[in-house]
Every structure is written in C-alpha cells, then in structure tokens.
C-alpha cells in the first residue's frame, strides 16, 4: 500500500461550561462558555496568519467541539468543510479514528476536533506508533504535523503544538 500523505490541524475543543451550569446537565451536553467562543475566533485569526489552509475538519458530535470546529470553519479563509465523525466521540477508538484519516486522506489538509485525553493518544500514535501521551492538550490547544499514513504504521512530523495563550499572541500580534 502507497503512503497517503496529509497535513493534519489537531485541535483540542475550547473552554466549556460546566456540568450542572444552566441545562448542562451532563459532560455531553456541554457548550463553549463565553470564553471559549472568543479563544477560538481569535485561535482561527492565528491560523489564518499562520497560513493554515483546510479543506476539510472532522469534529466530535460532542457542542463544545462541534461548535469549536464550527466557529474555525466560519472565518478559516478558505471555508474548510464541516463533517461529524463519531470516532472523535469522548473515549474515541484509535483504530477508528485511524481509518477515518485513511479515508481522507485524499483531501490533504485536514483538522480534526475532540477532546482529551484521546488527542494526546492520537499524536502519540501518529509521531510514535504507541499511545502513550508526550503533548498534553489543554482546551483550545493545537497540533500541526505532516502524516504519512502507511498502513499500520504511520509516520509524522510534528510542525509545532499551540497553546490558546500562544494562538492568542498570534491573533493580536502587530
């Protein structure tokens, strides 16, 4: 099999409202709170000056990062498609999410939304073929890399990992 080559925006959902917040009466039901919203206009002004142009990004069904990629997909400057994967779902099966990106593969520049610590395992499979964590996704964190999908065994390079204080100095930087 020929290696499929991809640049991949891994992106860790924005801040959240807690649980027992006002109709949030479980982890799923979560939504972005107020800040979570504005980090993420201001996270998507980061990648547009970082030229990070997606065709499409894969998000959890979870609000928080439905409305996470949602928000990136409305001021990305080239309006990446906005598609639902069940395998970002919390608690998400690597070989799962594994051939989701084999199936897009061919749209070569790809974001996928979801949660922790199931981030942190993705790019631990993808730079290292293992799933133990080396880069912590805090809420609104990020992750660029190169994937070659080969198979089993992919192989990565890691362009560079954002916190939302960094994107924030991106967004607002002269």
């Keep these: 099999m020929a290696a499929?080559?991809?640049e991949l925006l891994i992106i860790r959902h924005g801040e959240a409202t807690p649980v027992g917040s006002p109709g949030v009466g479980s982890d799923r039901e979560?939504?972005?709170?107020?800040?979570?919203?504005?980090?993420?206009?201001?996270?998507a002004a980061a990648l547009n000056r970082l030229g990070i142009r997606?065709?499409?990004?894969?998000?959890?069904?979870?609000?928080r990062a439905h409305q996470t990629a949602e928000i990136l997909c409305e001021r990305l400057e080239r309006a990446p498609q906005l598609r639902a994967c069940d395998a970002l779902s919390?608690?998400?099966?690597?070989?799962?999410l594994?051939?989701?990106?084999?199936?897009?593969?061919?749209?070569?520049?790809?974001g996928v939304c979801g949660h922790e610590p199931d981030l942190s395992r993705l790019t631990a499979r993808l730079?290292?073929?293992?799933?133990?964590?080396?880069?912590?996704?805090?809420?609104?964190?990020?992750?660029?890399?190169?994937?070659?999908?080969?198979?089993?065994?992919?192989?990565?390079?890691?362009?560079?990992?954002?916190?939302?204080?960094q994107l924030d100095w991106i967004a607002q930087a002269p």
């Design 4 to 6: 499929r080559e991809l």
């Design 30 to 43: 979560r939504t972005l709170s107020a800040t979570g919203v504005d980090k993420t206009k201001r996270a």
């Design 54 to 63: 997606l065709n499409a990004v894969l998000t959890s069904p979870y609000p």
């Design 90 to 96: 919390c608690d998400a099966d690597m070989g799962r």
């Design 98 to 110: 594994m051939e989701e990106l084999n199936r897009v593969a061919e749209l070569k520049a790809v």
């Design 127 to 165: 730079l290292a073929n293992d799933d133990r964590p080396r880069l912590v996704f805090h809420t609104g964190s990020m992750a660029y890399m190169h994937v070659e999908l080969n198979g089993s065994t992919p192989s990565s390079l890691l362009h560079w990992f954002l916190d939302s204080r």
